[in-house]
């Protein structure tokens, strides 16, 4: 891939005035869901990871991961602050422009956790690639938006989010898998400048059982 696409462009420029203690902290809905449903580690696989936030924490719990993102500045980023906090032999950056390649290998969990963009990006058939990328026992984690905050660049916007079930339907799951979770929770949710608001996300996951 080049620095030339759009996403690249579009990623690059907004990790790259955004501060970088943002988006650090793993996202709870995440960690909770993983006390239940992943008890033991293992290697994963972390898509748009951004700051680093979920990748950090999960290599803190003892994960191999690989946290990808098409933007140079957040991976390195995440490289920096996984040296830091003494995980960087369990957290291997790679720069992938989803929509045109994406990493080999299989892994027991892969996440996408708000994996949004505004740039176009078929964005189904990543996660359906995605699915190819948990490996038997494994687990898929969507973590996404259901709603529009405030501050988000939608806002203002007639959108209709797609239900979880619906989510569920566009993988198109045969027999090898099992829906661990398909809801929509509510939460309040802090913005950049420290306001809140009500917002509702999808959470889906689905485990490989053959």
């Not at 078929?122 to 996404?144: F, K, M, Q, T, Y």
Request: with cysteine.
């Amino acid at each position: 891939m080049t620095d030339a696409t759009e996403s690249a462009v579009f990623w690059e420029k907004h990790y790259g005035g955004l501060d970088p203690r943002l988006g650090t902290r793993p996202n709870a809905v995440l960690t909770a869901l993983l006390a239940d449903l992943a008890p033991a580690t293992g290697t994963a696989l972390d898509l748009g990871c951004g700051h680093g936030g979920d990748a950090l924490w999960l290599a803190g719990q003892g994960w191999e991961v690989t946290a990808v993102d098409v933007s140079r500045t957040a991976l390195d980023r995440v490289a920096g602050a996984a040296a830091a906090a003494g995980v960087g032999d369990r957290v291997r950056p790679r720069r992938h422009d989803l929509g045109e390649t994406f990493p080999e290998g299989t892994f027991d969990l892969v996440t996408a956790t708000y994996f949004h963009t505004p740039v176009a990006l078929a964005r189904e058939d990543v996660l359906r690639r995605a699915l190819r990328a948990v490996a038997p026992g494994g687990l898929l984690v969507v973590i996404e938006h259901a709603s529009t905050a405030p501050w988000s660049w939608l806002a203002g916007q007639d959108i209709r989010y797609p239900t979880p079930d619906e989510v569920v339907a566009s993988l198109r799951l045969d027999g090898s898998w099992q829906v661990e979770r398909s809801e929509a929770p509510r939460r309040t949710a802090t913005g950049p400048d420290g306001q809140t608001a009500t917002v509702t996300d999808n959470v889906i996951a689905v485990r490989r059982v053959a």
